[in-house]
């Protein structure tokens, strides 16, 4: 990693506080060049306070972008960090239309072009498509990172419109605990404690509103792009990693969005930045490609970026499995349209006769993190043990040359089922000549959602029907001697949220059935890929964040329990999220996260989450101590699901706020 210290702009940055037109004010952090001539603004808009925890990363890029001529502005959303206002739902309306009036009173600003940018990962991203799409007359460009166009069926909640146990319940109780924290008096002065009080009133665990919502409703629709591409006026580079699962949002947007105004990158990266060096690399110069964009569209600058292909997407040679890789091998690839006529679908047809598959409901134990970001436990280990809980099918790779894939496989299936749900589950795994499987992607079904998400229909008992659907994008090559392996389960915790009755599994009927390769032709490795170079990455000088050092031996990322006596399993995470770090305004910062993931072989109803929380902001000089505790819980029984959820906030010893939350939610679909 470069450390930029000098820079075309001298930079002064200071803390404001934004005007809504409800009377609300957003706090904003907003770094500028010294210079007496107007600059276009960049936007990033998030609910994940700008004084602290997002502190460490806003400083790496945004004083960057200042420095090559830019008003970088970080906003935190209306009811997190010091803005005003109460906590509300994501990406709902009322954070949208803020963000709109965010663009336009930065366009108004005298030191301000008029134009203006929106960047962001993960929510910052989602929301800068979402504004996008509202199209305020100001905002020309975007940069979206780790982001979704579609909110059901490429978000932490479902997949192929099953509940994401593992992520839709990490995800709300996370959001739970840091829609509790306490503005910080250092910046919100001394009504902190009221602002405080008056958000907690307000805090609803979105677990709530999430599984009130199995399929694609109006609730869904709501902030997925997808609904209309043609909305979206502003210039787009979309940007994933093939080790974050909302990359296929990258493919998509570059397919139907006009090309004159998208471009696409993605590389082998987790859910991260690409120029933050995070497993698996390589990192990229990520800083310097987006000011390519940029100076492009905010300032009329020629600066080429317009002439990259449509598609820059990184293939991976194949690799032995690992819960971590610091750098991948692999090329990039280089498309100048999407859907690619180089790119072919290939079907590869399953052959033997019919099979029965009740998998364990502990398969997809080694799944590894559903949101990877780099820690040392976040892949998948060797599938071999997955493998034997599930049905395989091999294709072997000949022996001239590489299979190469790039965009998303799909396979469709036969099945009968003797119950009326259930669920499909399929990897495409690489295996090499000494047997070991290395997870290539893969992708699932609820059964009841085979016709659609937006509808729930049980199997017809007792009947076959084919049932297609696609697997998540990837770019790899499968060299001569491996075999491709399709396997395919019935159970994958704690990844899908099983229901009851599908204990059963089902038959898988060969004839009928196939696996759709994306074939890229060899002929399409050209001169297009030799010329994709990025610069190496680079950032502005860091905050001085201090880690403590601590005798605490730390807990294992992922730990496996097995009850042989009881037949269950329990899968123990720590997410890793922060930690204990000390800020040089004094402020100390702690985090500690503990999920559980827990089933008994044959009884779906046992599934059940759980997670805790504690965090505490500490600043001694003010005598400021605070703390958030919040335990969540997710079981269920043949009719729904049943959430527990608690709160308890308090500042010093005592206890200012305490809240528990007992819902069920009946299973109408997911």
């Known amino acids: 990693m470069i450390i930029r210290t000098a820079f075309p702009y001298e930079t002064t940055h200071e803390d404001l506080r934004i005007p809504l037109p409800d009377g609300v004010e957003l706090y904003a952090r907003i770094w500028r060049p010294v210079t007496d001539e107007p600059v276009p603004a960049l936007l990033e808009y998030l609910p994940y306070r700008l004084t602290d925890r997002t502190a460490p990363r806003d400083r790496q890029r945004h004083p960057w972008y200042a420095g090559h001529g830019y008003a970088s502005v970080r906003v935190d959303v209306r009811g997190h960090g010091c803005s005003g206002g109460r906590p509300g739902d994501a990406y709902d309306a009322r954070e949208l239309a803020d963000g709109v009036a965010v ?57 192929g419109g099953s509940v994401l146990a593992v992520d839709m319940h990490a995800r709300a109780a996370a959001l739970l605990a840091f829609a509790s924290r306490p503005p910080d008096p250092l910046f919100a002065g001394d009504g902190w404690r009221r602002q405080w009080l008056d958000r907690l009133e307000a805090v609803e665990p979105l677990i709530h509103t999430w599984l009130s919502h199995q399929t694609r409703d109006a609730y869904w629709r709501h902030g997925s792009v997808c609904e209309d591409y043609g909305a979206i006026g502003a210039a787009v580079l979309a940007v994933g990693g093939w080790h974050d699962p909302y990359r296929d949002t990258v493919l998509r947007l570059v397919e139907h969005l006009p090309s004159a105004r998208v471009r696409g990158l993605i590389g082998p990266w987790s859910h991260q930045y690409p120029d933050r060096g995070q497993p698996p690399g390589p990192a990229i110069g990520f800083l310097q490609e987006t000011l390519r964009w940029w100076d492009h569209w905010l300032k009329g600058a020629d600066t080429g970026v317009m002439d990259e292909p449509l598609l820059r997407a990184w293939i991976s040679d194949a690799h032995p499995p690992a819960t971590v890789y610091e750098e991948l091998l692999g090329r990039w690839a280089g498309e100048k349209a999407w859907p690619s006529a180089s790119v072919i ?71 009968r089922l003797d119950v009326p749900y259930g669920q ?136 496996v329990v097995r009850d042989v006596a009881r037949g269950a399993w329990r899968l123990e995470v720590d997410p890793r999220y922060g930690g204990t770090r000390v800020y040089p305004d004094g402020l100390e910062y702690g985090e500690d996260a503990e999920e559980v993931y827990e089933i008994r072989d044959g009884d779906a109803l046992s599934a059940r989450t759980w997670s805790q929380w504690r965090i505490r902001l500490h600043r001694p000089e003010l005598g400021w101590d605070a703390r958030v505790e919040t335990r969540s819980e997710i079981r269920c029984d043949e009719g729904g699901f049943l959430t527990s959820n608690e709160v308890v906030c308090r500042e010093g010893g005592e206890v200012v706020f305490h809240r528990t939350w007992e819902r069920r939610l009946p299973r109408a679909a997911g």
């Open 103 to 159: 663009v336009e009173w930065l366009a108004a600003q005298p030191w301000c072009t008029g134009a203006v940018g929106m960047f962001g990962i993960a929510w910052g991203g989602c929301n800068s498509l979402q504004i996008a799409a509202l199209a305020p007359e100001p905002l020309k460009a975007v940069v979206t990172v780790c982001s979704t166009d579609d909110r059901f069926d490429n978000d932490v909640h479902y997949m």
């Open 345 to 415: 679908p290939v079907p590869y047809v399953l052959q033997g006769a019919p099979v029965a598959v009740a998998s364990p409901q502990h398969t997809g134990l080694d799944a590894g993190r559903f949101l990877p970001s780099g820690n040392d436990a976040d892949l998948p280990p060797d599938q071999r043990e997955e493998d034997a809980k599930a049905a395989c099918f091999e294709f072997p790779v000949g022996r001239e040359e590489p299979v190469e894939i790039l965009g998303r496989p799909s396979v469709t299936l036969r099945l």
């Open 424 to 559: 499909v589950v399929a990897r495409l795994c690489d295996v090499a000549p000494d047997g070991s499987s290395t997870l290539v992607t893969r992708g699932a079904l609820n059964l009841s959602a085979r016709r659609g998400r937006d509808r729930a229909l049980p199997w017809p008992v007792g009947s076959y029907e084919d049932v297609t659907f696609e697997l998540n994008g990837i770019g790899h090559a499968f060299p001569p001697g491996h075999r491709i392996r399709l396997a395919v389960s019935s159970a994958y915790w704690p990844w899908i949220w099983p229901r009851a009755g599908s204990e059963a599994g089902w038959t898988l009927d060969p004839a009928g059935s196939a696996l759709t390769l994306p074939v890229r032709a060899a002929s399409a490795a050209s001169a297009v890929d030799g010329g994709i170079v990025f610069e190496p990455p680079e950032q502005a000088a860091p905050l001085g964040v201090a880690v403590p050092a601590t005798l605490d031996e730390p807990r294992p990322e992922r730990l």
